[in-house]
C-alpha cells in the first residue's frame, strides 16, 4: 500500500471504469432496469373507532360518490378545563399571598410582595372566571348547532367559583396586610 506524500491516509480503492481516486457520478432518476424497488410505506389510517356511528349518507348528485356523515362523540370543551386550572391557581396563589400579608406585616417589604400577589392571583381569577364564562356559551351554543357536541358545563362552572375565591381571597390578603402594615 503506497502512501500519499504529506497525507496520512492511505489511497482509495481502484473502481472499475474508472481511475484511482475518481469519485462515480451521483444517481439521479429512477434506478435502472431490474433493480429492487423501494416504495414508501403507505399512511397508517387508525382503524374506526366504536364510537363511531354511521349517521347518514347523502348523494352527491350526477355521480356515484356519496358523503358520509358519522356521529362523533361529545368533546370537553378546552375552556371550562383551563377555566377550572386558572381558578385552582388563583386560590393557590391568594394564600401565598395571605402568607407574605402575615409574615410580612411588621416589615416594609410585606405590602409590596403581597401586593404583587394579590396582582397575579386577580388576573389568575379574571382569567379564569373570563375562560369560564365562554367556555359555558360555548357549550350551550354547541347543542344547537348539531355538528360537535362540547361537554364540560360543570367544570366552567367550577371554574368561575374558583376565580371568584381566589381573586377575593387574595383582595382580602392585601387588605390584612395593609392593615398589619400600618399598625
Known sequence: MTQYPGTAYPPPPHQPGGHPGQVPPPQFGPPPYGAPQQFAQPPMVPPPSASWELERVDMVGGTEFGLAQLRVPPITSGLAIGSLVAGIGAILVSFVAGCFGLLGGGEDWG???????????????????????????????????????????GLGIAGIICGGIGAGIGLLALLLGLVLQVS
Open 111 to 153: 405590602a409590596l410582595v403581597t401586593g404583587a400577589f394579590t396582582l397575579l392571583c386577580v388576573l389568575a381569577g379574571g382569567g379564569a372566571i373570563t375562560a369560564g364564562v365562554i367556555a359555558l356559551r360555548q357549550i350551550r351554543r354547541s347543542g344547537q348547532t348539531g355538528r360537535v357536541r362540547f361537554t364540560g358545563r
